[in-house]
C-alpha cells in the first residue's frame, strides 16, 4: 500500500508543477466547453427549432455533454476556484491510473522496480499536458486507461466487478467523446473476446458494452427529442470534411454533384484551410440547412470519396500519422513543446530538433546549449522510439516464447491499435493518443522483462 501511494504521488507531481507554473490551460476548444456549462446552469439548453437555428453548428448538439456537466458541477460548488478544482480532479484521475498501472504490472509478474518505473513514466509524457487544460482528453483518457488495464487484470483474477467496472470506465468516456463507441468495438470488442471463454463470453460482454449501449442510446435520444434528429453529436459536419481536404487539394472531385451542399462546398473550400470548413457551414446554414442535415451530408460525402478515390483516401490516411507518434511513451521534449502551445506561447526552439541540425550542419554553429538539447531530443527519442516498437511486437514475440502473458496482452495490443484505426482515416490530433501510453509502457515492459527472464 505505501508503494502504490508512493507511485501516486509521484506521478502527480509533474502536473502539479506544471500547473503552478502555467495554470490551467484553456486552448480554443475550452471556449465551447465552458459555453454549453453555461447554458447548463442556466437552464438554457435550447430545443427544437431555436436549437436548429442557434448557430450553423450549437454547442449543445456538437459537443458531447459529459465534460460541459463535470464544468457546471464544479462551477456550482467551487465558485471562482473551479478551473483549479477541476485540473486538480483530472490530476488525481492520472495519479490513480499510475497506481492501476503498477497493480496491473505486478499481476503480470513484472519486478517492483520496473512496475514503479513505467508506472511513473507516462507522468511526463503528453499527459502531463492535458491534466492541466480545460478539454476533455484527461478524464477521458484516464477512463478509457482504467478499462484497459482492469480488463487485463479482470483475465489475470477473474472478477464480476472488474468487468462492471470496464463497462462504466467506457460509458463514462462515451459521454466525454462519441468516438468512443467506435473504439469500443474495434478495440475492446475483440479484447473482451479474447480475454473471455466460451462459456463466460456472453456474460462478459454483457457486463462490458451494456453500460455504454445504455449511454449511447440515451445521448441519441436525447438529441432526439430536442432536434428531431437522432444524432450523439453534429462534430462529423467538421471532422468529416476535415478528412477529405486532402483530396479537395488534390482537386480530386469530391464535391461534384449540384445539390446545395456540393455547390457550396466547391466555391468555398480551398486546400487544407481548417477555417474554409467553419465558413462551408456557415454558408449553408443561411442557406436553410441546420447542423443535423449538415452532419448527414458531410458523412455521406466522406464515405462516397473512400467509395470513388480509395487509394487516395488511404494515402490521406497513412500520411496523419507523424513519425514522432512512435516514441510518445517516453519523449518529455513534445511533452515541453506541446506544454508550450497550449499555454498560448511560442514553440520553444529547443523542441524544433529539425530547426537544431540545420543550424548545426549550415551555419556551423555549435553552442553549447544546441548540442545538449539535440543530445537530450536524440536519447529520449530513442528510448521512445524503442519502447514504442518494443509494444508493437510484445505480445506476438511473448506468445512465440510460450509466455502466457502474451495471450493477456494482445488485447492490450489490440485496444492501442484500434486508437489509430479510428481516427486516422478522419482526423488524428496527438492528444488523441493519450489513452495508448500507459498501455505501451506495460506492452514495452514485460517484453523487456520476458527477454531478461
Not at 492535458?130 to 477512463?143: E, P
Not at 468512443?180 to 460482454?205: C, D, H, K, Q
Not at 544546441?370 to 506476438?396: H, N, S, Y
Request: aromatic content about 10%; charged content about 15%; proline content about 6%.
Amino acid at each position: 500500500m505505501r508503494r502504490e501511494l508512493l507511485v501516486g504521488l509521484v506521478a502527480a507531481l509533474p502536473a502539479l508543477v506544471a500547473f503552478l507554473a502555467f495554470g490551467a490551460l484553456e486552448p480554443p476548444d475550452s471556449v465551447g466547453y465552458i459555453s454549453y456549462a453555461e447554458q447548463l446552469r442556466a437552464g438554457t439548453l435550447p430545443s427544437g427549432p431555436a436549437l436548429l437555428k442557434e448557430a450553423p453548428a450549437p454547442i449543445s448538439l456538437f459537443r458531447t455533454p459529459g465534460y460541459p456537466t463535470l464544468i457546471a458541477v464544479t462551477q456550482s460548488l467551487f465558485g471562482t476556484a473551479w478551473k483549479a478544482t477541476l485540473v486538480l480532479l483530472q490530476i488525481i484521475a492520472h495519479a490513480a491510473l499510475a497506481v492501476t498501472l503498477y497493480r496491473t504490472a505486478v499481476l503480470l509478474r513484472l519486478s517492483q522496480s520496473l512496475a514503479i518505473l513505467i508506472a511513473l513514466l507516462p507522468s511526463v509524457g503528453l499527459g502531463l499536458v492535458m491534466q492541466i487544460s480545460l478539454l476533455t482528453d484527461a478524464i477521458c483518457a484516464a477512463l478509457l486507461g482504467f478499462a484497459a488495464l482492469w480488463l487485463v487484470q479482470a483475465t489475470l483474477r477473474p472478477s464480476q466487478i472488474a468487468l462492471v467496472a470496464v463497462g462504466i470506465a467506457l460509458a463514462g468516456a462515451m459521454l466525454l467523446r462519441e468516438a468512443t463507441m467506435f473504439i469500443a468495438v474495434v478495440g475492446y470488442g475483440p479484447a473482451v473476446w479474447l480475454a473471455s471463454r466460451p462459456e463466460n463470453r456472453l456474460r462478459w460482454f454483457c457486463s462490458v458494452f451494456f453500460p455504454i449501449l445504455v449511454v449511447t442510446a440515451l445521448m441519441a435520444g436525447t438529441n432526439y427529442v430536442r432536434s428531431g434528429y437522432p444524432v450523439i453529436t453534429t462534430n462529423p459536419q467538421v471532422v468529416m470534411v476535415q478528412a477529405v481536404l486532402p483530396l479537395v487539394n488534390q482537386q480530386l472531385p469530391i464535391f461534384d454533384g449540384e445539390d446545395l451542399y456540393d455547390r457550396t462546398a466547391r466555391h468555398t473550400l480551398r486546400g487544407r484551410e481548417y477555417a474554409k470548413i467553419q465558413e462551408l457551414n456557415g454558408k449553408l446554414f443561411l442557406a436553410g440547412l441546420n447542423a443535423a442535415e449538415m452532419a448527414e451530408a458531410a458523412t455521406q460525402r466522406y464515405f462516397r470519396a473512400w467509395w470513388r478515390f480509395p487509394g487516395a483516401m488511404f494515402i490521406a490516411t497513412v500520411s496523419r500519422y507523424r513519425d514522432h507518434f512512435l516514441a510518445l511513451a517516453f519523449y518529455p521534449t513534445v511533452t515541453l513543446r506541446y506544454l508550450a502551445v497550449y499555454a498560448g506561447l511560442p514553440r520553444p526552439k529547443f523542441t524544433d530538433p529539425a530547426r537544431l541540425w540545420k543550424r548545426l550542419l549550415w551555419k556551423g554553429n555549435l553552442s553549447a546549449s544546441v548540442a545538449a538539447w539535440l543530445l537530450i531530443d536524440l536519447v529520449t527519442r530513442v528510448i521512445g522510439t524503442a519502447m514504442g516498437l518494443a509494444a508493437m511486437a510484445a505480445p506476438f514475440l511473448l506468445i512465440n516464447q510460450n509466455d502466457g502473458r502474451g495471450r493477456v496482452l494482445l488485447g492490450t495490443w489490440l485496444i492501442c491499435a484500434s486508437f489509430l484505426a479510428v481516427y486516422l482515416p478522419v482526423h488524428l490530433d496527438i492528444r488523441y493518443l493519450v489513452p495508448i501510453i500507459p498501455l505501451q509502457c506495460l506492452l514495452a515492459a514485460t517484453l523487456w522483462d520476458a527477454a531478461r527472464s
